[in-house]
Nanobody
Framework: QVQLVESGGGSVQPGGSLRLSCAAS????????MGWYRQAPGKQRELVAT???????IYAGSVKGRFTISRDNAKNTVHLQMNSLKPEDTAVYYCKFIVALRDYWGQGTQVTVSS
């Protein structure tokens, strides 16, 4: 059974930084797609950033230049470095892996940006 465990969420003031991590446990190999999504209260879940097995990345326009996604294949882990955080970044952040055409989601971690 594959599980994704997220860590690194919390509360921060505007302009601050946080680093999210998501690690896969269980028997999992050759993770092609890794990504981060977020869902703010009353809004739909949206893509934040993705990275494929070749290291190619895609960012939402609202986070480009502020967030950086990276992966550690040896540890089946994906990270999201978030800098210059804004109140509108407040949301529950979810990681997603795609392995052999199957989606796996993390449980979500709260990020709150407030003064």
């Amino acid at each position: 059974q594959v599980q994704l465990v997220e860590s690194g969420g919390g509360s921060v003031q505007p302009g601050g930084s946080l680093r999210l991590s998501c690690a896969a446990s269980g028997s999992i190999f050759n993770i092609g797609f890794m990504g981060w999504y977020r869902q703010a209260p009353g809004k739909q879940r949206e893509l934040v950033a993705t990275i494929n097995s070749g290291g190619n990345t895609i960012y939402a326009g609202s986070v480009k230049g502020r967030f950086t996604i990276s992966r550690d294949n040896a540890k089946n882990t994906v990270h999201l470095q978030m800098n210059s955080l804004k109140p509108e970044d407040t949301a529950v952040y979810y990681c997603k892996f795609i392995v052999a055409l199957r989606d796996y989601w993390g449980q979500g971690t709260q990020v709150t940006v407030s003064s």
